[in-house]
């Protein structure tokens, strides 16, 4: 969605396809549409904004804005037709002239400074920045561009420290100016300012080659160097985590984690949630949307792991969503508030003993059949 709002004017060509994926596992939605919609806060006013695309043209698209809680059209699209609405009107229109048929209207609207549409834009430019394993070489680097950086060097550097990895601190080598070049690179595709398409192998930015940093451990007599090559997972998902995180605090933007507890302690999971539930460390609202397979944060002793009162969820019950697998394929989203939990459930324990699904179904009497099978000249013996 955040690629479609940014690129599809500026960077799409006028006879090119869209970015749409459809649904695989159903051969009948082929040629389905996909439908998107974000609801959001902008200076205080609540915005909807959303589209329907399939792979050839834009199909729908449509801005609201609710001040005083009562909606107001910003503009609304069916196919090449659009409905101006009642703000900013000779401006809208003036948007229409050049908007194409695989062009989202809010990203000609963009390119055209139209003077309401233009925050909608910046919100994405600012938000859904989206921290999962092709990216953590990119996330790396922000957060060695904020150790450059005195502003933040100092607050890093006690993230670093404070995880309890043994880490003391963080040097860096000189870069060469075509080094320097391709770091500005990823520090655009990771804002949002160049689309960013998925590289080869060979092109992936090497992070111990291309950003020079090497971080300090803790050794019996002194500080030791290592490579970013000699460090763990676990420590390397840290370092790419810690500059968005105090980058989308400090903006209150939405950063977006998939497998957030991937290769880290469940202590620091913890942490790292609650410094998005306190208005201390998160005064302007920031957000963390993530996914997780560490039930640990569903239960009662979470809150207290990241030092808050024990008598109190990390999360909230409408916080919690479960993510199940239909016998078409389909993946189903659903809302822990949707089953009715009591206060004070304890949502861990039931949701393990499968109270509300989303749990695999696996048979253990079948594992140990597969496991215990002979085999005879390298073949399986199948029943």
Do not use: C
Request: aromatic share 6%.
């Amino acid at each position: 969605m955040r690629t479609l709002v940014l690129h599809s004017f500026r960077h799409g060509s006028p006879t090119g396809k869209l970015p749409q994926k459809p649904f695989r596992l159903d051969p009948e939605s082929a040629d389905a549409p996909s439908t998107f919609e974000v609801d959001m806060v902008l200076e205080g006013v609540r915005h909807r904004y959303g589209f329907v695309v399939d792979r050839d043209h834009v199909i729908e698209e449509w801005a609201i804005r609710f001040p005083k809680g009562r909606a107001v059209l910003l503009f609304s699209r069916d196919g090449d037709h659009v409905d101006v609405g009642t703000v900013e009107r000779s401006r809208t229109k003036a948007v229409v002239g050049l908007l194409r048929p695989n062009a989202l209207f809010l990203s000609t609207a963009a390119s055209a400074n139209h003077p309401i549409l233009l925050p909608l834009y910046s919100w994405f430019e600012r938000n859904l920045v989206l921290a999962e394993a092709e990216s953590r070489s990119v996330r790396q680097a922000l957060t060695t561009t904020m150790l450059d950086d005195p502003r933040h060097r100092g607050r890093v550097l006690e993230f670093l420290r404070i995880a309890d990895l043994g880490i003391t601190g963080a040097v860096k080598r000189e870069l060469s100016p075509k080094v320097r070049d391709r770091l500005e690179r990823a520090m655009r595709i990771l804002m949002g300012e160049e689309e960013a398409e998925k590289p080869s192998e060979e092109a992936r930015l090497r992070f111990d080659e291309t950003y020079g940093m090497q971080l300090l451990h803790r050794g019996q007599h002194e500080d030791v160097e290592f490579a970013t090559t000699d460090e763990s997972l676990g420590t390397l998902v840290w370092l790419g985590l810690v500059g968005p995180v105090l980058k989308s605090l400090a903006d209150g933007s939405v950063l977006l984690a998939d497998e957030l507890d991937a290769s880290l302690h469940p202590v620091l999971v913890a942490n790292l949630v609650a410094l998005f539930q306190d208005p201390i460390s998160n005064p302007r609202r920031a957000q963390l949307i993530f996914n997780s397979h560490d039930t640990t944060i569903l239960g009662e002793s979470a809150a207290s792991r990241a030092g808050g009162d024990n008598e109190r969820r990390l999360l909230g019950r409408d916080q919690i969503w479960f993510t199940e697998k239909t016998d078409d394929g389909a993946s189903r989203l659903y809302p822990l508030t949707d089953l009715d939990p009591r206060k004070g459930e304890a949502v861990e324990r039931r949701y393990l003993a499968g109270r509300y699904g989303a749990t695999p179904i696996v048979s253990r009497p079948r594992m140990r059949a597969l496991a215990a099978m002979t085999t005879t000249n390298g073949v399986d013996e199948e029943s």
